[in-house]
C-alpha cells in the first residue's frame, strides 16, 4: 500500500473512530496489542479479569513486524480499544502515526527502561545477488536489537511494563493486573532458571542464525552467536554472503545452522550441504496456539533444540 493512501485511510479510520471510547463499544475493556509476544504477556496480565479482552493485532502468519504495514482490520481493532500494548524499540515504528492521531488511547511500551543490544553486530559482510530500496525497511529502526522478549529475564520486566501500564489504563482493576503480573513474572523468572540449568552443559558454544531474533536469548545462556545472514527477513543472502559464510563455519568448527519456522530455508540448506553442519529449528515465538502458556512452552522446546543439535 502507497503511504499516501495508508495516510488517508488512517485519517478517515481514526476520524470515525474518535472518541469511541472502549465503553461506548460495550462496556467492556479491550487491550490490543501489536504482535504475538505481546498478546501473550498481556493474556497472562489480564487473565480473570471482569470484562477484559485481549485482542492481537498482526496476523501470525507475520514472522516480525519488519516490514509491517497496516491493515484495515487492524484499524477496526483499535477503535474500540482501551489500550495497546507495544513491544518497543522501534520494532512498531509503523503504528507512529497511529500513536500521534490517537492521543486519547493508552499506549504501553513494555520495553521501557530495558537496555537494548545494537543492531547488525553479527553481520557477515558481503554484497547481495539484488538490490534493495532503502525505503524498504524503513519501518525498522536499525539501531537497536528489539526482541527483548527472547530473554526469560527481560520478558519478566516487559511483564511488569504491561501490569503497570494497565493499571493506569485501568484502574478499577489495578490490583488484578498487578496480582497477574507478579504471578507470571515469578513463572518467567523460574523458566530462566530452569533453561540456564539445561543449557549449562553447551555454554560457550558457536551458533549461526540466519535473523537478529537470538542475541538475548544467546546472551541469556553463554551462546556464542558467530554469524547472521538474514537481517531483515526474506532478504536472500547473495553467492558471496553464503561462501563466507561457509568459510565462517568451517573455520570455527561450527556445527549447528538455525532457522526460524517462519521463513524460508534455503539459504541454510546450500551452507548445510557445503559444510556438513546440521539444520536446527530455533522459534522466536512469534507465533503458537495462543494459550498463556505459549511462551514458555516454545521456550522450553528452544532450549531443548540448542541441546540436542550442540552435543552431537
Known amino acids: 500500500m502507497k503511504r499516501g493512501m495508508l495516510a488517508a485511510l488512517l485519517a478517515l479510520l481514526l476520524l470515525v473512530s474518535a472518541g469511541c471510547s472502549a465503553q461506548e463499544q460495550g462496556g467492556g475493556m479491550t487491550i490490543v496489542t501489536t504482535f504475538y509476544p505481546m498478546y501473550v504477556f498481556a493474556l497472562n496480565v489480564a487473565d480473570g479479569v471482569e470484562g477484559v479482552t485481549v485482542q492481537n493485532m498482526a496476523d501470525q502468519s507475520v514472522g516480525c513486524l519488519h516490514d509491517y504495514q497496516l491493515q484495515t482490520r487492524d484499524m477496526v481493532a483499535l477503535e474500540g480499544a482501551g489500550a495497546l500494548v507495544i513491544n518497543g524499540g522501534g520494532m512498531e515504528q509503523f503504528m507512529d502515526k497511529v500513536i500521534a492521531l490517537r492521543a ?20 557477515i559482510d558481503g554484497d547481495h545477488d539484488d538490490d534493495h530500496d532503502d525505503d524498504d525497511h524503513d519501518g525498522h529502526d536499525h539501531d537497536v536489537n528489539a526482541h527483548v522478549w527472547l530473554d526469560p529475564k527481560l520478558a519478566a520486566v516487559q511483564v511488569q511494563n504491561i ?10 482493576h489495578a490490583d488484578a493486573y498487578r496480582e497477574n503480573a507478579a504471578a507470571y ?3 518467567l523468572l523460574a523458566l530462566d532458571a ?23 536469548f544467546a546472551n541469556a ?6 554469524g547472521v545472514i538474514e537481517h531483515e527477513p526474506g532478504e536472500e543472502p547473495g553467492t558471496r554472503e553464503i561462501a563466507q559464510t561457509c568459510d565462517l563455519v568451517t573455520s570455527l568448527g561450527i556445527r549447528a545452522l538455525f532457522v526460524e519456522p517462519q521463513y524460508p530455508q534455503k539459504a541454510a540448506e546450500t551452507i548445510a550441504r557445503e559444510t556438513g553442519a546440521g539444520i536446527y529449528t530455533l522459534d522466536p515465538v ?6 498463556k502458556e505459549s511462551y514458555e ?16
Not at 530452569?194 to 538475548?216: C, D, K, N, W
Not at 541441546?307 to 552431537?312: D, G, I
Request: hydrophobic residues 45%; negative net charge.
Open 185 to 187: 513474572t515469578q513463572r
Open 221 to 226: 545462556y553463554g551462546i556464542e552467536i558467530a
Open 104 to 123: 486519547d488511547l493508552p499506549v504501553i511500551d513494555a520495553s521501557a527502561g530495558i537496555d537494548m543490544l545494537p543492531e547488525d553486530e553479527h553481520e
Open 286 to 291: 512469534v507465533s503458537g496456539d495462543g494459550t
Open 297 to 312: 512452552t516454545i521456550m522450553r522446546e528452544n532450549a531443548r533444540v540448542l541441546l540436542e543439535a550442540l552435543k552431537q
Open 194 to 216: 530452569e533453561l540456564s540449568a539445561m543449557l549449562s552443559p553447551v555454554a560457550g558454544e558457536r551458533i549461526i542464525t540466519f535473523h537478529e531474533a537470538f542475541p538475548y
Open 163 to 172: 501490569g503497570e501500564g494497565l493499571a493506569a489504563a485501568d484502574p478499577a
